[in-house]
């Protein structure tokens, strides 16, 4: 057997256990696992004759898999291109994302323009990209070319997205996605946000720089109110729903009881509902602006709670970064900004942070960030897991060791995120994207050398 290179730990996260040992990678897979009982420490110079990596007690763990990134380019690279997205990604951990149909221009809302996302991409992916496609009102005769051509999958909204070129959807134009997607075998990703009659706007239009305001014109009956309906549109056709950035904890037991019942639902949520909380927001701070809100800490209570049950199926951080002038960081107006957050790099750490503090383990993260996406986007097959026959995407990092983020260190377009400053645990120390170097110790290596993820 030819091995390229050999990657030795005292913690390396299986699907069973942690064990102390050796990874053997050739031609970007993982040949082998042997632990170090099996080898020995003293025969290992004489009859190992490739290159090992010996990274000490540091934790190796699969590639973290994020499919939720807004990368925006074509159309919008000044807010985030797959240049910058992508190093983001690879200096943190991350080998393998998913684009959003938004908000690049044009959106990507059929194959035409599921093309000029490709062409925008080649040659700037420095991870593995793959790319969702977009149900609108006007373009259900596009949807099964849209699929056909790759994409992983369909995302809707159910209120405004945040730009005119990607108008919310109905309950009849899902009805018609999802027998699409049904035959496909693809899931359908919903912003779930119901337009419901509420006082919250007028408040934020009075006081445009309370968090309260903007928090109340965003009420938890909005997603509640959604993700029923998403539910029974799940129960009515038998297809497969995800929802997106779940942040209302009063959804948890309605989500608990479809999934009882043997609905193909799937939940996600975002590190920055799991990290902050609405207490501690300050008013004019825009950075913490995104939809739906971060809540109360009682709310990202119950949230890390159902992450524990497996009510929520992973994490994903839904990086949608915006310009500054955008983002109206020198005005404070939470009515006018951009509502999304930057924060796709600090992935890892913004979760392992609050992890720790509530006794979750490594092995937690693994299946969080890693092993539950890769299900999800059906390629655990060869990944998402440090296994035999499995792709050698990988992610070195240090869980005991913290650090407090500065901009300098944020490789994203833009150096705007709320978890600036913060005091952070777990450094990410190398990524190996199928078997090569791309990231280690700030520096990148082996760049553009992601793959398109299409499925047919
Ligand atoms: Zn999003």
Same mark, same amino acid.
């Given at each position: 057997?030819?091995?390229?290179?050999?990657?030795?730990?005292? &913690?390396?996260?299986?699907?069973?256990?942690?064990?102390?040992?050796?990874?053997?990678?050739?031609?970007?897979?993982?040949?082998?696992?042997?632990?170090?009982?099996?080898?020995?420490?003293?025969?290992?110079?004489?009859?190992? =004759?490739?290159?090992?990596?010996?990274?000490?007690? @540091?934790?190796? %763990?699969p590639g973290i898999i994020d499919p939720h990134v807004?990368?925006?380019?074509?159309?919008?690279?000044?807010?985030?291109?797959?240049?910058?997205?992508?190093?983001?990604a690879?200096?943190?951990?991350i080998t393998t994302l998913v684009d959003m149909p938004? !908000?690049? /221009?044009?959106?990507?809302?059929?194959?035409?323009?599921?093309?000029?996302?490709?062409?925008?991409?080649? #040659?700037? %992916?420095?991870v593995h990209c793959g790319f969702w496609g977009?149900?609108?009102?006007?373009?259900?005769?596009?949807?099964?070319?849209?699929l /056909?051509?790759g994409a992983l999958g369909l995302k809707?909204?159910?209120?405004?997205?945040?730009?005119? =070129?990607?108008?919310?959807?109905?309950?009849?134009?899902?009805?018609?996605?999802?027998?699409?997607l049904?035959?496909s075998d693809k899931p359908l990703l919903?912003?779930?946000?119901? =337009?419901? *009659?509420?006082?919250?706007?007028?408040?934020?239009?009075?006081?445009? @720089?309370?968090?309260?305001?903007?928090?109340?014109?965003?009420?938890?009956?909005?997603?509640?109110?959604?993700?029923?309906?998403?539910?029974?549109?799940?129960?009515?056709?038998?297809?497969h729903i995800h929802i997106v950035?779940?942040?209302?904890?009063?959804?948890?037991?309605?989500?608990?009881?479809?999934? *009882?019942?043997?609905?193909p639902?799937t939940v996600e949520?975002?590190?920055?509902?799991?990290?902050?909380?609405?207490?501690?927001?300050?008013?004019?701070?825009?950075?913490?602006?995104?939809?739906?809100?971060?809540?109360?800490?009682? !709310?990202?209570?119950?949230?890390?709670?159902?992450?524990?049950?497996?009510?929520?199926d992973f994490v994903a951080t839904? @990086?949608?970064?915006?310009?500054?002038?955008?983002?109206?960081?020198?005005?404070? !107006?939470?009515?006018?900004?951009?509502?999304?957050?930057?924060?796709?790099?600090?992935a890892?750490?913004?979760?392992? $942070?609050?992890?720790?503090?509530?006794?979750?383990?490594?092995?937690?993260?693994?299946k969080w960030l890693c092993e539950n996406p890769a299900k999800f986007l059906k390629l655990d097959s060869h990944k998402g897991k440090?296994?035999?026959?499995f792709d050698?995407d990988?992610?070195?990092?240090?869980? *005991?060791? #913290?650090?407090?983020?500065?901009?300098?260190?944020? @490789?994203?377009?833009?150096?705007?995120?709320?978890? %600036? =400053?913060?005091?952070?645990?777990?450094?990410?120390?190398? $990524?190996?994207?199928?078997? !090569?170097?791309?990231?280690?110790?700030?520096?990148?290596?082996?760049? &553009?050398?992601g793959n398109i993820i299409l499925k047919n």
């Open positions: 057997m030819q091995v390229d290179l050999a990657i030795k730990s005292k &913690n390396i996260v299986t699907p069973l256990e942690i064990i102390d040992g050796m990874i053997l990678i050739s031609d970007g897979k993982i040949v082998d696992i042997i632990s170090s009982v099996s080898y020995g420490e003293e025969k290992e110079t004489v009859l190992l =004759d490739f290159p090992i990596e010996d990274v000490g007690d @540091h934790v190796v %763990m807004h990368i925006n380019e074509p159309g919008r690279t000044e807010w985030e291109g797959f240049d910058t997205a992508t190093k983001a690879a200096a943190g951990g938004l !908000n690049s /221009s044009p959106v990507t809302t059929n194959k035409n323009n599921f093309q000029l996302k490709l062409d925008a991409a080649t #040659n700037k %992916m420095h977009g149900v609108i009102p006007d373009n259900e005769n596009e949807l099964e070319e849209l /056909s051509t809707a909204f159910l209120t405004h997205s945040g730009i005119d =070129d990607f108008p919310n959807t109905n309950a009849e134009h899902l009805r018609h996605a999802l027998k699409i049904k035959k919903v912003h779930c946000e119901l =337009d419901v *009659a509420h006082h919250g706007e007028k408040q934020l239009l009075e006081n445009p @720089h309370s968090y309260a305001a903007w928090l109340n014109s965003r009420p938890n009956a909005m997603e509640d109110e959604a993700i029923k309906m998403m539910i029974g549109l799940c129960r009515e056709t038998g297809a950035h779940l942040s209302s904890a009063n959804s948890i037991e309605q989500i608990q009881k479809a999934k *009882a019942e043997g609905l639902l949520t975002a590190q920055h509902y799991l990290f902050f909380d609405s207490e501690s927001i300050p008013d004019g701070d825009t950075r913490y602006k995104c939809a739906p809100p971060i809540r109360d800490k009682a !709310n990202r209570e119950k949230l890390w709670e159902a992450l524990g049950n497996g009510t929520i839904d @990086h949608s970064p915006a310009p500054p002038v955008l983002k109206e960081i020198t005005s404070g !107006n939470l009515h006018q900004a951009w509502g999304g957050i930057a924060g796709l790099q600090f890892l750490p913004a979760l392992w $942070t609050g992890a720790l503090e509530r006794n979750y383990s490594v092995t937690d993260i693994s440090i296994a035999k026959g050698a990988l992610c070195i990092w240090m869980p *005991a060791n #913290n650090f407090i983020l500065k901009e300098e260190m944020i @490789h994203h377009r833009h150096k705007i995120t709320p978890y %600036m =400053d913060q005091e952070l645990y777990g450094i990410v120390k190398q $990524t190996y994207l199928s078997g !090569n170097k791309i990231y280690g110790d700030g520096l990148f290596y082996n760049l &553009n050398r």
